[in-house]
């Protein structure tokens, strides 16, 4: 079920590269991955998924209410982060000039049907 959701935002967005969910923990649950331009989708998710834990934490803190959701632009690559809930997130991995709004637009459409297959 993961999966097929997956590939169907990667390929909507035209651009994608791949997507992932995943626990903070840095375990992933399900990847698609259609072209990974030339990335291991997974170590750098998984990665980012400490970044994530301490911005997170740092909400918390400034009690500014929990993350919903980050967007990183690099020269090689668009991630853009959901969380799910307080210990999953989707990540979905882009061409630096892929569509933003259309991805974040997707992701935001889908994080309810994640969430619930989750629980």
Request: glycine share 10%.
């Amino acid at each position: 079920m993961f999966k097929e959701q997956l590939q169907k935002v990667v390929d909507a967005v035209g651009d994608g590269y791949g997507a992932v969910i995943m626990g903070l923990d840095g375990i992933a649950v399900e990847s698609y991955s259609r072209d990974q331009g030339g990335f291991d989708l997974n170590i750098i998710v998984m990665e980012f998924s400490y970044v994530l834990t301490q911005v997170k934490r740092a909400a918390d803190i400034l009690k500014i209410g929990g993350m919903q959701e980050l967007v990183l632009k690099a020269e090689q690559l668009l991630l853009v982060v959901r969380m799910l809930n307080d210990e999953y997130f989707l990540a979905v991995a882009l061409h630096p000039a892929g569509n933003l709004g259309k991805c974040r637009f997707l992701t935001r459409l889908i994080a309810p049907k994640l969430l619930s297959a989750l629980q």
